[in-house]
């Protein structure tokens, strides 16, 4: 169940995923966590855990989210604990995915935030303005740097500035 909701923002955001698993005589834990590529953030690490109490009596779903540096107030730690013996998996799948949507709107903060977008903005000379580099239209190759344009007609009119290939 995790799996298929964990890929519904794959084709969003890029994340490696790191699984795991342990079991021993009187243990059980498996576990993911995504490690997410973004130059806002020098880790941004989403985890969930299944495991048992000592009495393996009930189950215990834990969601983590660690994002350094923060700069704004978010849930890092949740837990859900339920008797084994009536497990339901409606409210599994509603509790992972309010945690999804917790994750989301943590992710939505970091795009919106000022401290993290100063590392992901870039200038377009030609139209004169800052952008997050992730809303480029165009990038052009200048003299071993990468240029990012707003829109392809600024970036045409950059090329032609330079002598270069237009695009």
């Not at 995504?34 to 009495?55: C, M, Q």
């Not at 509603?94 to 709107?105: C, P, T």
Request: net charge negative; hydrophobic share 35%; with cysteine.
């Amino acid at each position: 169940m995790t799996r298929e909701k964990l890929e519904r923002p794959r084709g969003r955001i890029e994340f490696d995923v790191n699984p795991a698993h342990l079991q021993a005589e009187r243990f059980y834990q498996k576990s993911v966590t995504l490690d997410v590529k973004s130059e806002l953030a020098g880790t941004i690490r989403l985890g969930f855990k299944l495991s048992h109490d000592s009495d393996v009596r009930n189950i215990l779903l834990d969601y983590n989210l660690d994002i350094i540096p923060i700069s704004f107030r978010l849930n890092p730690h949740t837990r859900l604990e339920m008797p084994l013996e009536s497990c339901d998996e409606a409210a599994v799948a509603k509790w992972l995915d309010e945690r999804i949507v917790e994750f989301a709107n943590a992710y939505l903060e970091l795009l919106s935030t000022k401290q993290y977008q100063e590392k992901a903005m870039v200038s377009d000379t030609v139209a004169g303005i800052s952008f997050p580099k992730h809303f480029a239209a165009s990038t052009l190759g200048h003299e071993g740097t990468t240029c990012y344009f707003i829109s392809d007609e600024t970036c045409r009119e950059s090329a032609k500035k330079h002598g270069l290939e237009v695009p």
